[in-house]
């Protein structure tokens, strides 16, 4: 059915009158506050932009204001600066700050939430066209009451929020089954990451005389990439930086840098990581693990490469034990740094690991494979889901985006189509 067809049949043939934002509610703009004013304690919460999203830092005021400059649960928001958008807010009663505006509907004409879709389906556009500023854009009161808002059937007012009621209704829907789907991947992420730990713990679990213990610098060959940071180029030798190392794996999409075949040549003289070669970074973050899966890359400060040089372990055993909350809780104890952790490599090289039984080699290599299959299989399931998780987020995101953009795409007036062309 075309987007047309499904509106016609929704608003079985009522006009729809497109209005500007400002006939149909109210935009009030948020009070302004000298840092003097913002308190840490008080009898009302600040409301700011950052406490939308990840900011659960409040301030607080005891200021006794006129009403309209106080949100309460339910209230339609709009934040116009630095992050642009509406919400509504689930809270209790709080004083919103200057960069919100509360936005009150005219309920004879237009339903809250509905408004709020409205807002929501149009800031993309608003922003394009009508954001200024050049470090924090911000959209002016001006420009947003200027904007054309549908209004269906509004010689008919019941009919019209009958009408945009429905559209909520659906739209709600959608909105709650993505929330519902998000809320089943991501605990379902969880479940698997928790299994995945306790089952390596369990099997990287030795009692005593089973294991040899040996400290890394025994054990392995290293390389600290210490000294002069490498010259970066636009293109060359990929240099993988501790941002770029996760805990297993490189993501060679988390930081991209490149350095020359000059600086690279130097690299060289000091070891080139192979194939296999396990990674771990010293500081920010620190002990985070990963293994070299590709030739041809260049290693930054704060990573440390080692490689077995003892004929009964296998790099793939130390890569997983070094993941293992019994290494990783050595290797916090003997970090430094209060805000930051780092951990020196003198000290990195001086922690152990075990060697299961080190009188028979071959059984010992035997008994790592095992445990490394069963350990890359929980790796590969964990890893599969994680990359999954946003693609899957993100195609119920844009299912959601095109029945909103297709509920919300009233027909316009032939005049206005000629006026525009």
């Given at each position: 059915m075309s987007q047309l067809g499904f509106m016609e049949k929704l608003l079985d043939g009522v006009e729809v009158e497109w209005k500007p934002l400002?006939?149909?509610?109210?935009?009030?703009?948020?009070?302004?506050?000298?840092?003097?004013?913002?308190?840490?304690?008080?009898?009302?919460?600040?409301?700011?932009?950052?406490?939308?999203?990840?900011?659960?830092?409040?301030?607080?005021?005891?200021?006794?204001?006129?009403?309209?400059?106080?949100?309460?649960?339910?209230?339609?928001?709009?934040?116009?600066?630095?992050?642009?958008?509406?919400?509504?807010?689930?809270?209790?009663?709080?004083?919103?700050?200057?960069?919100?505006?509360?936005?009150?509907?005219?309920?004879?004409?237009?339903?809250?939430?509905?408004?709020?879709?409205?807002?929501?389906?149009?800031?993309?556009?608003?922003?394009?066209?009508?954001?200024?500023?050049?470090?924090?854009?911000?959209?002016?009161?001006?420009?947003i009451e200027k904007r054309l808002a549908p209004i269906p059937c509004p010689d008919n007012p019941k009919k019209s929020l009958e009408i945009q009621a429905e559209i909520v209704r659906i739209l709600d829907t959608f909105t709650e089954l993505t929330t519902e789907l998000t809320t089943e991947l991501t605990t379902e992420l969880s479940t698997r990451k928790k299994q995945y730990n306790y089952y390596r713990d369990h099997l990287l679990s030795f009692d005593e005389g089973e294991v040899e213990w040996k400290t890394l610098g025994e054990a392995c060959d290293y390389v600290d990439y210490r000294g002069k940071t490498p010259k970066k180029t636009p293109d060359g030798i990929f240099l993988v930086t501790a941002k770029n190392i996760r805990m297993g794996y490189i993501d060679y999409q988390a930081s991209q840098e490149f350095i020359s075949e000059d600086d690279y040549s130097l690299v060289m003289r000091r070891g080139l990581p192979e194939i296999g070669d396990v990674l771990i970074t010293t500081e920010a973050?620190?002990?985070?693990?990963?293994?070299?899966?590709?030739?041809?890359i260049a290693l930054a400060q704060r990573v440390i490469k080692y490689r077995s040089k003892d004929e009964r372990l296998t790099n793939s055993f130390l890569k997983h034990y070094l993941i293992s909350s019994h290494f990783q809780r050595k290797l916090h104890k003997a970090?430094?740094?209060?805000?930051?952790?780092?951990?020196?490599?003198?000290?990195?090289?001086?922690?152990?690991?075990?060697?299961?039984?080190?009188?028979?080699?071959?059984?010992?290599?035997?008994?790592?494979?095992?445990?490394?299959?069963?350990?890359?299989?929980?790796?590969?399931?964990?890893?599969?889901?994680?990359?999954?998780?946003?693609?899957?987020?993100?195609?119920?995101?844009?299912q959601y985006e095109y029945y909103r953009d297709l509920l919300l795409s009233f027909p316009k007036p032939e005049l206005d189509v000629k006026a525009e062309a």
């Open positions: 400002g006939e149909i509610c109210r935009f009030i703009n948020g009070r302004a506050y000298k840092k003097a004013e913002l308190l840490e304690q008080g009898k009302y919460r600040v409301l700011r932009v950052g406490n939308f999203f990840t900011n659960d830092s409040w301030y607080y005021s005891n200021l006794e204001l006129d009403e309209d400059k106080y949100c309460d649960n339910g209230d339609l928001l709009y934040a116009w600066s630095a992050s642009f958008g509406p919400r509504i807010w689930g809270g209790e009663k709080v004083i919103y700050h200057y960069h919100i505006w509360k936005v009150m509907p005219d309920t004879k004409m237009v339903i809250n939430k509905f408004l709020c879709y409205l807002l929501e389906w149009d800031t993309k556009a608003l922003k394009d066209e009508h954001a200024t500023g050049s470090t924090m854009m911000h959209v002016s009161k001006g420009s973050p620190c002990g985070f693990v990963a293994q070299v899966d590709r030739k041809n970090a430094t740094g209060s805000t930051v952790k780092g951990i020196k490599g003198s000290n990195l090289h001086k922690l152990t690991i075990p060697i299961p039984y080190p009188d028979d080699p071959e059984k010992s290599l035997a008994e790592q494979a095992r445990i490394v299959a069963i350990l890359d299989k929980f790796d590969a399931l964990t890893h599969s889901i994680s990359e999954g998780l946003p693609r899957e987020i993100e195609l119920r995101q844009k």
